[in-house]
Nanobody, 115 residues
Framework: QVQLVESGGGLVQAGGSLRLSCAAS????????MAWYRQAPGKQREMVAG???????NYADSVKGRFTISGDNAKKTVYLQMNSLKPEDTGVYYC?????????WGQGTQVTVSS
């Protein structure tokens, strides 16, 4: 089973930037339609960005133009560069498959954006 470990979150002022990382534990892991999700307080988890094995990306409208998802198969890591952060981006961020049976969810990484 693949274990996913998210990191890079923190407290940042509105307009700031953060870069999240998601490292996979299994040596056979490869990026095959992975995604970043976030769960805001009191809300359901939502997908904010996805990336295919071929490098095609897709984004939720709320983050389009501000977030960039990327991946490094050699490092078995998926990244999320977040710029121009807004208070509504606050939440716990997770990575996992974008479709099909998901891996076990990691602990996530908390992102808090102050106004």
């Amino acid at each position: 089973q693949v274990q996913l470990v998210e990191s890079g979150g923190g407290l940042v002022q509105a307009g700031g930037s953060l870069r999240l990382s998601c490292a996979a534990s299994r040596s056979s892991f490869s990026i095959n339609y992975m995604a970043w999700y976030r769960q805001a307080p009191g809300k359901q988890r939502e997908m904010v960005a996805g990336i295919t094995s071929g490098g095609r990306t897709n984004y939720a409208d709320s983050v389009k133009g501000r977030f960039t998802i990327s991946g490094d198969n050699a490092k078995k890591t998926v990244y999320l560069q977040m710029n121009s952060l807004k208070p509504e981006d606050t939440g716990v961020y997770y990575c996992n498959k974008a479709a099909g049976p998901v891996y076990s969810w990691g602990q996530g990484t908390q992102v808090t954006v102050s106004s």
